[in-house]
């Protein structure tokens, strides 16, 4: 079975940093592309970062683009988000998400809460 | 950006009848493999979001019958042929054909 497991979130201060890790496991890890998207309380999705297979290719979203980043780890069937300069926007529930063939979110994590606050 | 419009954003349903949800874009989805790149989600109350329809029209595995994807271009739906009791929860669509991909922003569907 498909799982991935998030980590590494909880309560930082504005300006703060934090660093998410998604453990894999279940299948081939490195022939795949990931995805993070975050939900903020009460609110809809949104997608703020993908990684190809090959780490070639990085995407952001502009709301987070110069003070995230992500990475991954095909030894240890991982990927990381570090996360810079949070502000209380960045408040949410983070989810790691495999990506399938055909650019669909076919795996999502049970996600991990990131709290922004003084 | 493609943006993504749901209707209705609340739809009250009765167990046994059938249910459908609106999503639209701002641009063609349709790629040039004769695919549209438009997902449906649907994340229960306390869960992550599961994938559904993918490519408009395929059902993802595991996903029973009842649920239907269709429509082309801009213009897409989610039908619910008989709606039960767990299937409750917001329902999302997403594009994926550019990037950034971009979500509806969801219609939460509850028992009447």
């Known amino acids: 079975d498909v799982h991935l497991v998030e980590s590494g979130g909880g309560l930082v201060q504005p300006g703060g940093s934090l660093r998410l890790a998604c453990a894999a496991s279940g299948f081939t890890f490195r022939t795949y592309s990931f995805n993070w998207v975050r939900q903020a309380p009460g609110k809809g999705l949104e997608w703020i970062s993908y990684?190809?297979?090959?780490?070639?290719?990085?995407y952001y979203a502009d709301s987070v683009k110069g003070r995230f980043t992500f990475s991954r780890d095909d030894a240890t069937n991982s990927v990381f988000l570090q996360m810079n300069n949070l502000g209380v926007d960045d408040t949410a529930v983070y989810y790691c998400v495999r990506e399938s063939d055909y650019g669909s979110f076919d795996y999502w994590g049970q996600g991990t809460l990131v709290t922004v606050s003084s | 950006d493609i943006v993504m419009t749901q209707s209705p954003l609340s739809l009250p349903v009765t167990p046994g009848e059938p249910a459908s949800i609106s999503c639209r874009s701002n641009?063609?989805?349709?790629?040039?493999?004769?695919?549209?790149?438009l997902d449906w989600y649907l994340q229960k109350p306390g869960q992550s979001p599961q994938l559904l329809i993918y490519?408009?029209?395929r059902r993802a595995s595991g996903v029973p019958d009842r649920f239907s994807g269709s429509g082309s271009g801009t213009d897409f739906t989610l039908k619910i042929n008989r709606v039960e009791a767990e299937d409750v929860g917001v329902y999302y669509c997403?594009?994926?054909?550019?990037?950034?991909?971009?979500f509806g922003q969801g219609t939460k569907v509850e028992i009447k």
């Open positions: 641009q063609s989805l349709l790629h040039n493999t004769g695919s549209n790149y």
């Open positions: 990684i190809s297979s090959s780490t070639s290719t990085r």
């Open positions: 490519l408009g029209s």
């Open positions: 997403m594009q994926v054909l550019q990037t950034p991909p971009t």
